[in-house]
């Protein structure tokens, strides 16, 4: 195998969850009765750390109205807000598959620790991740901490690491860290924008990982 390490951005490139995010900031930002942002500046943002997402939303926002905002996200994004999120579809036979073809298997999320603890026992996919690294543990995506501590505690080298994402900040965190990069069309940022940062392929449906590895 020309890699050994497969590691996933997971809202987005696993996980069906804009509807939700975007719903979720819609709603903190109503709450609180701040100025708006439009839903394209909202889906813009997803990929990174949730400080680092208000940030550039917000940018002069101080520490005790980020506490409310984060306060306010939580209570709709894990309590109110109408819909669910859903693996994409192929999603978990992929993952699957691919940890029983041997690879080393990682997540690399803007999501909080808490955030992707629930949804790993929620989709049962907790035991197929070797490792994972979340943004409230290490510097946001595009920042490499993620990659080089999944790397380092797995034991692998950049030229046998796959990033595998849906976001440019995905693609820029592979390039910092050194790694290759793998780019999903069907998640927040769009083929040409993702194209831009000349991933090794873009693929259109998550389960088309697995045919391209076995030709890599």
């Not at 987005?12 to 839903?39: F, H, K, N, Y």
């Not at 949730?50 to 101080?62: G, H, K, Q």
């Amino acid at each position: 195998m020309k890699y050994d390490l497969l590691v996933f951005d997971w809202d987005g490139t696993l996980m069906d969850s804009e509807q939700r995010i975007v719903g979720s900031l819609q709603a903190s930002i109503e709450d609180l009765g701040w100025e708006g942002r439009g839903p394209g500046e909202l889906r813009n943002i997803i990929g990174l750390g949730l400080r680092e997402a208000v940030n550039r939303l917000y940018p002069d926002l101080s520490d005790d109205d980020f506490v409310r905002f984060v306060d306010r996200y939580r209570h709709h994004f894990l309590v109110a807000h109408p819909s669910q999120s859903e693996l994409f579809p192929t999603a978990a036979d992929t993952v699957r598959d691919l940890r029983n073809k041997g690879f080393l298997m990682a997540v690399a999320t803007g999501k909080g620790r808490q955030g992707l603890n629930r949804v790993l026992a929620e989709t049962g996919l907790q035991d197929y991740f070797h490792a994972t690294r979340c943004a409230d543990e290490a510097a946001s995506k595009p920042h490499p901490q993620m990659l080089l501590e999944l790397m380092d505690e797995l034991g692998v080298t950049p030229e046998r690491t796959l990033m595998i994402g849906d976001t440019e900040y995905d693609m820029e965190m592979a390039r910092n860290a050194r790694t290759h990069a793998a780019a999903v069309s069907y998640g927040v940022h769009d083929r040409d924008r993702l194209i831009r940062h000349d991933p090794i392929v873009c693929i259109d449906s998550i389960d088309e990982l697995i045919s391209w590895l076995d030709r890599a």
